[in-house]
């Protein structure tokens, strides 16, 4: 069974600073996609952005980026030029075979003025 | 496009009735979704719909079913409820479900049961 882990549950960053968040999954599959979604008070489930573990590289998506190492497991995201708007709690996800996502805990990212 | 459609928003129960909860995907996506999500828990798998037929179950009881319809709708359903079912239940749609394609989720369904 897949795992994944966030090791951080609280973080906090000045506005317009760089944070970066930590993840790590578990599984014996080779072919997977990894995922960080974003959820503020609203609720809504946003995606931010997407891996495919058959690409070397790494996914961005405008101020967001990650680092994978597929090797070393971890899918890290890297939010840059933080926004007020991106205090939200971050969750990352694993998405095998078997049609389902292996959510983590998430990360509650609050962004200071 | 209209996004994933959740109804009803908001929903309050007595222990030992039932629900049901729908979930209206995307057009054109043919794969339904479901996931509890609980501060205690986190976010867990329920079950996978594609073409009406469900291809994966979370760990839940017995009381927890769903079912896809042929326009690609998808209802669960919880009977005899406990206080424990106290969640927010969230759908995703995608357009065949193996394409690392979960970008769509419903705003949810916030379900309390007292």
């Known amino acids: 069974a897949q795992t994944v882990t966030q090791s951080q549950p609280e973080m906090s960053v000045q506005e317009a600073e760089t944070v970066t968040l930590s993840c790590t999954y578990d599984?014996?599959?080779?072919?997977?996609?990894l995922f960080w979604y974003k959820q503020p008070p609203s609720r809504q489930m946003i995606l931010v952005i997407r891996q495919e573990a058959y690409k070397q590289q790494n996914a961005t998506e405008n101020r967001f980026s990650v680092n994978f190492q597929k090797a070393a497991k971890s899918f890290s995201l890297k939010i840059s030029d933080s926004q007020l708007g991106d205090t939200a709690m971050y969750f990352c996800?694993?998405?095998?075979?078997?049609?389902?996502?292996?959510f983590g805990k998430g990360t509650l990212l609050t962004v200071n003025p | 496009k209209a996004g994933v459609t959740q109804t009803p928003r908001y929903l309050i129960k007595t222990r030992g009735q039932q629900v049901t909860l729908s979930c209206s995907p995307i057009?054109?996506?043919?794969?339904v979704s479901w996931y509890q999500q609980t501060p205690g828990q986190g976010l867990q798998f329920l079950f996978e719909?594609?073409?009406?037929?469900?291809?994966n179950k979370g760990n839940f009881p017995g009381r927890f079913s769903g079912r896809q319809f042929s326009n690609s709708r998808s209802e669960m359903n919880v009977s005899t409820l406990e206080l424990g079912d106290s969640a927010l239940y969230l759908c995703?749609?995608?357009?065949?479900?193996?394409?690392?394609?979960?970008?769509?989720f419903g705003q949810g369904t916030r379900l309390t049961v007292v």
């Open positions: 057009s054109g996506h043919r794969s």
């Open positions: 719909y594609f073409s009406e037929t469900q291809r």
């Open positions: 995703a749609s995608s357009r065949s479900g193996t394409d690392g394609l979960k970008a769509f």
């Open positions: 599984t014996s599959e080779n072919n997977y996609y």
């Open positions: 996800a694993f998405e095998g075979s078997n049609y389902k996502l292996t």
